[in-house]
């Protein structure tokens, strides 16, 4: 009897803790992994990862707010996250390279305030997946971030 296909979920955390085992606990991406948590995937209608995390005053610039390289890495990251729930033998099963990420801030966020990032696979081919995410902070719903990734 065949093993049961893995879910959405399954893939998305797999991967996240595929990369904190990785990245012998240091780094950049290593901290931010750390500190979130994949809540929800799912493949329909398209392919998509939720994550969540607080923001802690190590994610902070000098200001005092959310880093714009943290905000860049972690949607670098929760957008490969998406693409995971789509992986299967043969079809993406390496994350692949991000090729270009192109974001947008619009608001500050604070140390201390959960975000959500939705990641969502737009389209997708062989070698090239174009993957778009947004930022909101948990408390409001507002939109602080978005992005668009090749």
């Not at 329909?44 to 802690?56: E, G, I, K, Q």
């Not at 801030?105 to 947004?134: R, T, Y």
């Amino acid at each position: 009897m065949a093993e049961p296909k893995p879910t959405a979920l399954t893939l998305a955390k797999d991967f996240v803790e595929a990369l904190l085992a990785g990245s012998h606990d240091h780094g950049f991406d290593y901290e931010l992994c750390k500190a979130m948590t994949v809540v929800s995937a799912s493949l329909d209608p398209n392919p998509r990862a939720v994550t969540r995390l607080t923001v802690t005053l190590a994610m902070c610039n000098l200001s005092g707010t959310l880093h714009g390289g943290a905000i860049s890495t972690l949607f670098d990251v929760c957008t490969t996250v998406a693409l995971a729930t789509a992986r299967r033998e043969g079809f993406w099963e390496m994350a692949g390279v991000t090729r270009t990420l192109s974001t947008t801030c619009l608001l500050p966020v604070f140390p201390g305030e959960e975000i959500e990032i939705v990641g969502e696979v737009v389209q997708i081919g062989k070698k090239l997946a174009h993957i778009i995410a947004k930022m909101t902070l948990v408390r409001n719903a507002a939109i602080f971030g978005r992005t668009s990734k090749l």
